[in-house]
């Protein structure tokens, strides 16, 4: 089977950093990718790693460990609109299975 | 481009009624996602087209549900009839895969409601 597993809440301040973990345990591996989606919105992508170490677009890093099944986003310099919820998913080519999702509370 | 597009934004439907949702996807992208959210089950693959033919239909619930894509520019998703448990929001993505990184675009959603 397909599974993956991310914490549901995360608090952080304006300004810090935060890592949100995702275990996966699946067969045929492509890689993972990371969505946003803030309430009432539509998720939308973020990052996708294939291969294992670290991807870096701007205040956000994704990083794949193929080995151990394990993957994460690190946001930095969080800001206030970063609070949303943040949905870690593996790909098999196209077939996509999401993680439940981590609740990112950013406060002042 | 305008991005995906779905209509309805809302249904409110009463149960046994058929409800068909509809998507455009954006323009050149040969992929076609169908997925439901909800707070119980989370973002759920119902089912995903290539070039207009279904590749996988393993997350579609049941036979009340099914879905076409007549051409590269329309989608549908029916259920008939539809029942209060297939209250959710139901997005439709696409995506070209050009770059390899498989990033799908969504569409707004259309939140349905069975009664």
């Known amino acids: 089977g397909q599974s993956l597993e991310q914490p549901s809440e995360v608090t952080a301040v304006e300004g810090a950093i935060v890592q949100i973990n995702c275990t996966y345990q699946t067969s045929g591996f492509y890689g993972l990718s990371w969505y946003q989606q803030h309430d009432g919105g539509a998720p939308t992508f973020l990052s996708y790693n294939a291969l294992d170490g670290l991807e870096e677009t701007g205040r956000f890093s994704s990083f794949l460990s193929r080995s151990d099944s394990y993957g994460y986003l690190l946001l930095q310099e969080l800001q206030m609109k970063d609070s949303a919820s943040y949905f870690c998913a593996v790909m098999a080519g196209f077939k996509t299975i999401f993680g439940a999702g981590t609740r990112l509370f950013v406060k002042a | 481009d305008a991005g995906v597009i779905q209509s309805p934004r809302h249904e409110v439907t009463e149960m046994g009624q058929e409800v068909t949702l509809r998507c455009k996807p954006i323009s050149g992208h040969d992929y076609l996602f169908w997925y439901r959210q909800t707070m119980m089950r989370g973002l759920e693959l119902l089912i995903y087209?290539?070039?207009?033919?279904?590749?996988?239909d393993s997350g579609m619930p049941e036979d009340r549900f099914s879905a076409k894509m007549p051409n590269a520019s329309f989608s549908t998703l029916k259920i008939q009839p539809s029942e209060p448990r297939d209250s959710a929001v139901y997005f439709c993505a696409s995506s070209s895969n050009r770059d390899g990184s498989y990033e799908q675009y969504f569409g707004p959603g259309t939140r349905l409601t069975v009664t």
């Open positions: 087209f290539n070039n207009n033919v279904p590749i996988d």
